[in-house]
Nanobody, 125 residues
Framework: QVQLVESGGGLVQAGDSLRLSCAASERTSTIYTMAWFRQPPGKEREFVAAIRWSGAATYYTASVKDRFMISKDNAKNTLYLQLNSLKPEDTALYYC??????????????????WGQGTQVTVSS
């Protein structure tokens, strides 16, 4: 069982930056991919970014590719998401997730076994 706890959300203005963190419990050796998803108000949860836990490959959705950066610190069992040049449309509840299966896909909600409780990011215009 992997437990995930997000932190770092908040209320910011357009153009500001935030760094989200996701602390994973000890059993990270079972993880293959970790990702960030977000759920805007009144909308479905959507993929944001993913990273292979034992490697360096990263993946982004097009709308954040030039503004957000996903990274990890394996020694600290922590996943990060640096959010730069934030826009009001980035307002959402941000979740981290872990997939323990070796698969090529990284952007499907149903593939992820473990989820955090979410951290709110609100961007004012």
């Amino acid at each position: 069982q992997v437990q995930l706890v997000e932190s770092g959300g908040g209320l910011v203005q357009a153009g500001d930056s935030l760094r989200l963190s996701c602390a994973a419990s000890e059993r990270t050796s079972t993880i293959y991919t970790m990702a960030w998803f977000r759920q805007p108000p009144g909308k479905e949860r959507e993929f944001v970014a993913a990273i292979r836990w034992s490697g360096a490959a990263t993946y982004y959705t097009a709308s954040v590719k030039d503004r957000f950066m996903i990274s990890k610190d394996n020694a600290k069992n922590t996943l990060y998401l640096q959010l730069n040049s934030l826009k009001p449309e980035d307002t959402a509840l941000y979740y981290c997730a872990a997939d323990s299966n070796h698969r090529l896909r990284y952007d499907r909600l149903r593939d992820y076994d473990y989820w955090g409780q979410g951290t709110q990011v609100t961007v004012s215009s």
